[in-house]
């Protein structure tokens, strides 16, 4: 199985200020790579997939890249409505669909 | 608008058995795979079952693969989860979702259904 670790655990950042956020694979797994974010109490939301197309209705702030075991996920400007936590997850080897375990981003 | 809602959970004792389910609504359902991924509480997020658009193919997490069974409806638009001899480790927020392809191959997930919390406790 692919393991996916993700770093830091928790990120403080100041508001406008930029936000980047790692995911490694233990394994290639090209560009088959998403980011969800998911607020506290909330279902995850689709934020990037392809490693780096925004989904439909995402802000241009966040943006994705990255290619076979290295990923990050930037905030250029951080909003107060940024805070969550953010999930890489693979589809390049399955089953399973493997996850990260996340990076909870706060504001200092 | 695409929609997920699910129904089901609650309170069980470990042995027991729970269904889930989730009605779709807003795509065409039968054009989807569909999945099961769960949340332990404070934990993060682990995918659970998924099941092909015409339902001929299911793919389990080790942990659950005899014990749980994925199913759907397509007349009916609706996505189940039987989870049977439930144990402690279950204990979590199950959320249905619709898995979007690539190159005809499940990829990533969109959107997600509101969760629901199963606890498995004597």
């Known amino acids: 199985d692919i393991v996916m670790t993700q770093s830091p655990v928790t990120l403080s950042v100041s508001p406008g200020e930029r936000a980047t956020l790692s995911c490694r694979a233990s394994g290639s797994v090209n560009r088959n790579l998403a980011w969800y974010q998911q607020k506290p109490g909330q279902a995850p939301r689709l934020l990037i997939y392809?490693?780096?197309t925004r989904a439909t209705g995402i802000p241009s702030r966040f943006s994705g890249s990255g290619s076979g075991t290295e990923f990050t996920l930037t905030i250029s400007s951080l909003q107060s409505e940024d805070v969550a936590v953010y999930y890489c997850q693979q589809y390049n080897n399955w089953p399973p669909w493997t996850f990260g375990q996340g990076t909870k981003v706060e504001i200092k | 608008e695409v929609q997920l809602v699910q129904s089901g959970g609650g309170l069980v004792q470990p042995g027991e058995s729970l269904r889930l389910s989730c009605a779709a609504s807003?795509?065409?359902?039968?054009?989807?795979?569909m999945t099961w991924v769960r949340q332990a509480p404070g934990k993060g997020l682990e995918w659970v079952a998924i099941?092909?658009?015409?339902?001929?193919?299911?793919f389990y997490v080790d942990s659950v693969r005899g014990r749980f069974a994925i199913s759907r409806d397509n007349a009916e638009n609706s996505l189940y989860l039987q989870m049977n001899s439930l144990r402690d480790e279950d204990t979590a927020v199950y959320y249905c979702a619709r898995f979007l392809e690539w190159i005809s191959i499940p990829g990533w997930v969109d959107p997600w259904g509101q969760g629901t919390l199963v606890t498995v406790s004597s």
């Open positions: 099941i092909k658009k015409d339902g001929s193919e299911t």
């Open positions: 392809g490693a780096s």
């Open positions: 807003g795509f065409t359902f039968n054009n989807y795979w």
